[in-house]
Structure formats: C-alpha cells, structure tokens
C-alpha cells in the first residue's frame, strides 16, 4: 500500500521560510518523479514544482527561485524548501508520485499517488 505523508507546514509570515517534507511507504522514490502542488481555497490545484526520477529539478515560473525541490533516496522523502514566501502562497501543499516516463509533470492526471496536503499560511 502506498502512502505519501506530507508535514512541515504552518503560519509563517511574509518574508519567512519553512521545509515541507513528504516520506513515501510503499514505493522507492528514486524509481518515481515527484511533483509538488498547492491548492488555495475556491482555486484548482496548481503546479510548484517537480524532480524527475533521474533527478533534474522543475521549478514553476512563479516560484522560481525561491522554492526548490530535493529528495534523500536514503530517508524516501522529497523536500520542498521555501524561502521568501509571500500571501499569494498560502495553500494547502500537496505531493505527488508518478512512475509514467515522457509526461508532463505539471498535470496534475498524470500522478498516480497523492498525499493527504499540509496547510501552509502566509500572513502579510
């Protein structure tokens, strides 16, 4: 049974960081590309930020630079570090895990196991 648990969100406020952190049970991260996304309230789920299973990293336009996306093959947990984030980041953070090859990693259908999401808030 596959289980991706997300933590590490929270209130933070504008300007500040925080780690998300998402273990895997159930699958090897290192066989699967894993994709960040966020949800806010009353919006469709959206795009953050991917790394492959080879390892290259795709950040989405709206966050790039100052979030980035890494994995531990050793812990099976992907990482989303966010720096300088601002209230148009709060959402509900969410990853997901798919083993499809030639995909586009910014659809949310081509993901095969999602987590439960962490709440992250910015206030301003």
């Known amino acids: 049974q596959v289980q991706l648990v997300e933590s590490g969100g929270g209130l933070v406020q504008a300007g500040g960081s925080l780690r998300l952190s998402c273990v895997a049970s159930?699958?090897?991260?290192?066989?699967?590309?894993m994709g960040w996304f966020r949800q806010a309230p009353g919006k469709e789920r959206e795009y953050v930020a991917s790394?492959?299973?080879?390892?290259?990293?795709y950040p989405a336009e709206s966050v790039k630079g100052r979030f980035a996306v890494s994995r531990d093959n050793d812990k099976n947990t992907v990482y989303l570090q966010m720096d300088r984030l601002n209230p148009d980041d709060t959402a509900v953070y969410y990853c997901?895990?798919?083993?499809?090859?030639?995909?586009?990693?910014?659809?949310?259908?081509?993901?095969?196991?999602w987590g439960q999401g962490t709440q992250v808030t910015v206030s301003s």
């Open positions: 159930g699958l090897r991260i290192h066989s699967y590309s």
């Open positions: 790394i492959t299973w080879t390892g290259t990293t």
């Open positions: 997901g895990a798919t083993d499809l090859r030639g995909i586009s990693l910014g659809s949310v259908s081509n993901y095969q196991y």
